[in-house]
């Protein structure tokens, strides 16, 4: 049987099964190619930082002419608890929109879980953000309802979803007994608990947050912090209190004259 196109050179007669021989060969090799790639990429995810900010800048709002950020570089890692310190004005909220990807800066990337953060389809169930708002801003009337709002739009239901809701509960010190309360119906303080528990029961690796504990009570402030230690959660507070800072984190930098050095 001849094989079409010929004696390939040397005049030595080509089989049907060198050329399936080959075939095979080849995909193999594209294979092993293919899962060494596979494995580099999952080796950098799994060895990249939980949040990266690379060389940022944002000109918004400078002073003296000068960027408000430059060339700011700042990596965040698992389970760490960071807190920035500064007064009020300094760009501390600006920072906080900028990480949580809310603005885009005008320089430098970022990164969330080892993806740029703008292609993070499931930030929610990573990035957790909470704003110093003088009242939260519900979308539900009742408090089982707003923090079982968003798990549930991403499909959570039944035994987990209640489990989920019981636990944010529990970690934002809201009694059972006050689950099927009108939000209304609250004080600042217990509706400064349920916004933090609607974005605990996402389950999320970091925490950004705006003046935590703000609306509690010095025990009631002191005893959240001692309850979000107990999980494995970064965090990053923006606050202009030294005390609140050191309640809350382990790692705190400053914004001084010139701006916010991280080192």
């Known amino acids: 049987m001849r094989v079409q196109g010929g004696h390939p050179p040397g005049g030595s007669r080509a089989e049907p099964w060198d050329f399936a021989v080959a075939v095979a060969v080849k995909k193999s090799v594209t294979l092993v190619f293919a899962s060494c790639a596979l494995n580099m990429r999952r080796r950098r995810y799994l060895m990249a930082p939980l949040f990266f900010m690379d060389t940022l800048s944002w000109h918004g709002f400078s002073r003296q002419g000068k960027p408000l950020f430059s060339s700011l570089t700042w990596k965040i890692a698992d389970g760490e608890r960071w807190a920035v310190v500064g007064p009020e004005g300094c760009g501390k909220s600006t920072l906080l929109r900028l990480m949580a990807g809310l603005i885009r800066p005008d320089g430098g990337h970022l990164w969330l879980s080892g993806q740029p953060l703008a292609q993070v389809a499931n930030r929610a169930e990573i990035l957790g953000v909470l704003f110093a708002e003088p009242v939260p801003r519900f979308l539900t009337p009742v408090v089982w309802e707003e923090v079982a709002l968003t798990p549930s739009a991403c499909g959570v239901t039944g035994t987990v979803l209640q489990q989920r809701v019981a636990e944010a509960l529990r970690e934002a010190g809201i009694p059972e007994v006050l689950a099927s309360r009108e939000l209304a119906s609250l004080s600042m303080a217990q509706a400064a608990r349920v916004a933090l528990a609607a974005v605990l029961v996402m389950q999320p690796r970091l925490l950004l947050w705006d003046e935590p504990g703000r609306d509690l009570s010095e025990a009631g ?3 959240l912090a001692r309850q979000l230690r ?9 606050t202009s209190r030294q005390a609140r800072a050191e309640l809350f984190a382990d790692r705190l930098v400053y914004w001084e004259e010139e701006g916010l050095k991280i080192s």
């Open 221 to 223: 402030e002191r005893a």
């Open 230 to 238: 107990e999980k494995p959660l970064a965090s990053v507070v923006f």
